[in-house]
């Protein structure tokens, strides 16, 4: 098929970025193939009028779960036990491989087009991705980890992450992701806000060096790069020290880790949502008990603090919103960018440029998406407003193209408390 984008705003992806008037996006096949001035239709091509509102490349989003529904809940639940009930029967993992998949759908219907995935359900996440690659379903490009490894007691430990108790078994984890065809390893090498006990302690050290080296060297030399959970200084150190290539969260970084960070030529992975509503929020609201609050608090200034001292000092940074955790849904990505200029104050084109062609540089797909580009994917997403103006204007898409393919009027229900009460959030900003 070939469309072109006519009477639109441009808006191409790239850092310094600004609004491209008088010109058209020529797109064949899943190809952009030309970006050309004026209106004229060449003959073969459909046109997309698009009235005055603004062309840009599809979002990236760097960290998802796809197994999580983001609905908050007023007490923990028991992940392991819920994650052993979906996957007890042929018929529940069967219906939970379809939720799976529509979380996917889900996304890319709110304008992200490519995701990364950084802890699933068995092998759930690169069967989808083939899925959408084959035609069977409807989804961004998704770069997989399937399950995470983890440690006994550790984040995530028996849900959307293996208990490895030794090297040994970590390293048989990394033989079952390269058989199960992944993009990439990841690696919980932390706890996090709501494995703290005690106020104070959110981040502590589960992995031990030794077993995080371990799967760091035998994941490239498999060519796999490896990302990490980490909540505090310790872990990060830790992971820069061993090998790992992104950090995913961050704590307030020293010398010392912003040295590591580029010795190593890692990227941060910042993702302010999953902390905000703990630290944010009333408690009545958020159902946080005082010490996950307090946690919260830490997370939240720590991750905010890493990404600041990383873009001053030219770390790559992109942005995940650690979707699946309480308060974060697979339609909620746009608020990340919300917070990323809001908290760690970058301008609206930084944050649209570090969710775009930044993130697909740092996944190494930058040859292939993240820019409206002659000879790049056509992944492409339209609003109404103008997100340089108001990154807010990206709640809403109007055309969602992934691959080429268009989905005209995208929409989804998003009518919940979820929304209502970080909607309520967003506009008291």
């Known amino acids: 098929m070939k469309y072109i984008f006519t009477n639109g705003h441009i808006l191409d992806g790239t850092k310094d970025m600004k609004v491209l008037d008088g010109h058209s996006v020529l797109v064949e096949d899943d190809k952009i193939t030309g970006i050309v001035k004026g209106n004229t239709v060449p003959d073969g091509f459909k046109e997309i009028n698009l009235e005055g509102k603004y062309l840009m490349p599809g979002l990236i989003n760097m960290h998802v779960h796809l197994a999580g529904n983001g609905k908050p ?40 087009t490519t995701i990364r995935t950084v802890g699933g359900l068995a092998d759930f996440d690169t069967r989808v991705r083939d899925d959408i690659r084959n035609g069977k379903a409807a989804g961004p490009r998704i770069l997989a980890a399937n399950e995470g490894i983890s440690v006994p007691g550790g984040h995530m430990a028996g849900s959307v992450a293996v208990a490895a108790n030794n090297i040994d078994e970590a390293l048989v984890q990394v033989d079952i992701a390269k058989s199960q065809n992944v993009d990439l390893i990841k690696l919980m ?43 505090s200084p310790e872990g990060v150190r830790v992971a820069l020290e061993n090998g ?31 902390a905000l509503p703990y630290a944010l929020f009333d408690r009545s609201v958020s159902n946080a008990s005082e010490v996950e609050q307090y ?28 979707v699946g955790c309480p308060w974060i849904t697979q339609y909620d ?51 109404k407003n103008n ?15 992934a691959r080429g393919r268009l989905y005209n009027n995208p929409k989804f229900k998003t009518k919940n408390i979820v929304t209502k009460e970080l909607d309520k959030f967003c506009d008291l900003c």
């Open 333 to 383: 990505f746009w608020r990340e960018l919300y917070y990323f200029h809001k908290y760690v104050g970058v301008s609206n084109a930084f944050a649209l440029y570090t969710a775009t062609l930044n993130s697909a540089v740092m996944a190494g797909i930058g040859d292939d998406t993240g820019s409206v580009e002659a000879g790049k994917c056509a992944d492409l997403i339209v609003t």
């Open 244 to 274: 790992v290539n992104s950090i995913e969260h961050g704590a307030k970084p020293d010398d010392e880790i912003i040295h590591l960070f580029k010795e190593n030529n890692a990227f941060l992975c910042t993702t302010l949502s999953p």
């Open 387 to 401: 997100p340089l103006d108001d990154l807010r204007a990206l709640r809403n898409v109007d055309l969602v193209m």
């Open 189 to 231: 090498i932390t706890g996090g806000v709501l494995d703290a006990k005690a106020k104070g302690v959110p981040g502590e050290l589960k992995m031990q060096p030794e077993m995080v080296k371990a799967v760091c060297d035998k994941a490239h030399a498999l060519g796999y790069k490896v990302a990490a959970h980490v909540e």
């Open 73 to 112: 809940q007023k007490k923990q639940r028991d992940n392991e036990k819920t994650v052993k009930l979906l996957m007890g029967t042929a018929l529940s993992r069967a219906v939970t491989y379809k939720v799976v998949k529509d979380f996917a759908k889900t996304e890319l219907m709110s304008g992200v």
């Open 295 to 322: 946690n919260g608090n830490i997370v939240f200034e720590g991750i905010k603090e890493c990404a600041k001292a990383a873009i001053a000092n030219d770390i790559p940074v992109v942005l995940g919103n650690d």
